[in-house]
């Protein structure tokens, strides 16, 4: 199996920073951009050996609408850009962004020093559309205050969901990311009692546990973000995070790891249309996607080679 990207499959950090950047107008890909990019882990890994106490980790993905440019026409057989879902409470918008960086780690000055030089050093080629710092809340809760990637799969099953495989052996070793910032409506949220909270989630608040069938109603959060095939869960590799400032917009920045596309937009589609049974997830009376976008994270060597 090709090497993937450091950022792939550790268990969560402390921060994280997701930057999406969008190609200028009329910019085309050479080979100092080639370099660049191809040079992207390396940096990573010489911050992380210089500063062995701050985990530093990382990933650059490359968007579907990019890829010809820098790859030429063979590309993963499954890229293709961000789904377009219209939302019976909230859409689910499309960002226009071609490479995702998404840096973490245990220090958010590395990250923020190692970011601002990649974006500066990009700036020829592509802008900055969207920014996003985020933190470890607590033990590992979104701000409202419910565990956040509770059913991520553990140990070699992290591999087996998050990295393409012998289906596309090209390709093997990289990943498809889907990130979505949301926004939470923290005072509405923080009026309701416990209970209806956890009937929103379909979780317990404190100790995390799944109600019982007969209490987790059928708009509940879990209900709609489980997904399967007959009796098999289809896995997600979530890296999600929340992000925030005192008295200024704050919530959640979802990433998701997986082999293929199609779980995240199956999750995505039980989320926020109404489907078979004409339900959508309740959470969305309380939150918002703000921003979207699909990328593949190759494996190392097939961006290394980028440089040849």
Not at 239 to 256: I, Q, R, T
Not at 276 to 284: E, N, P, Q
């Amino acid at each position: 199996m090709p090497t993937p990207q450091s950022g792939i499959l550790p268990a969560a950090s402390g921060h994280a920073l997701f930057v999406m950047l969008r190609r200028r107008l009329g910019r085309r890909a050479d080979a100092t951009l080639r370099t660049l990019l191809a040079g992207v882990p390396a940096r990573i890994d010489t911050l992380a050996g210089e500063a062995t106490e701050s985990l530093t980790l990382g990933a650059l993905g490359i968007g579907a609408e990019a890829w010809p440019d820098l790859f030429g026409p063979d590309a993963p057989k499954e890229l293709r850009s961000f789904p377009r879902i219209p939302g019976a409470i909230h859409p689910a918008p499309a960002t226009d962004a071609d490479l995702l960086l998404h840096l973490r780690g245990e220090r958010c000055d590395l990250l923020f020093e190692l970011g601002e030089r990649l974006v500066a050093e990009l700036g020829e080629w592509y802008d900055p559309v969207e920014t996003c710092a985020c933190f470890r809340y607590r033990d590992g809760r979104d701000l409202t205050g419910f565990a956040e990637g509770t059913e991520n799969p553990v140990g070699q099953a992290r591999a087996e969901a998050a990295l393409v495989g012998d289906e596309d052996p090209a390709w093997a070793g990289g990943s498809y990311v889907h990130v979505q910032r949301y926004v939470h409506r923290m005072n509405e949220w923080q009026k309701l009692p416990v209970k209806q909270q956890e009937a929103v989630i379909g979780r317990t608040k404190e100790a995390d546990q799944a109600l019982n069938d007969e209490d987790k109603p059928l708009t509940a959060h879990v209900r709609r973000v489980e997904i399967g095939q007959g009796t098999q869960k289809l896995a997600l590799l979530r890296h999600s995070m929340p992000y925030g400032l005192p008295g200024g917009e704050k919530g959640l920045m979802f990433a998701s790891y997986c082999r293929t596309p199609r779980h995240f937009e199956k999750m995505l589609t039980r989320m926020v249309a109404p489907t078979a049974d004409g339900r959508v997830d309740h959470m969305l009376n309380y939150t918002r996607a703000v921003s979207g976008a699909a990328f593949f994270v190759p494996s190392r060597e097939v961006l290394t080679a980028l440089a040849r």
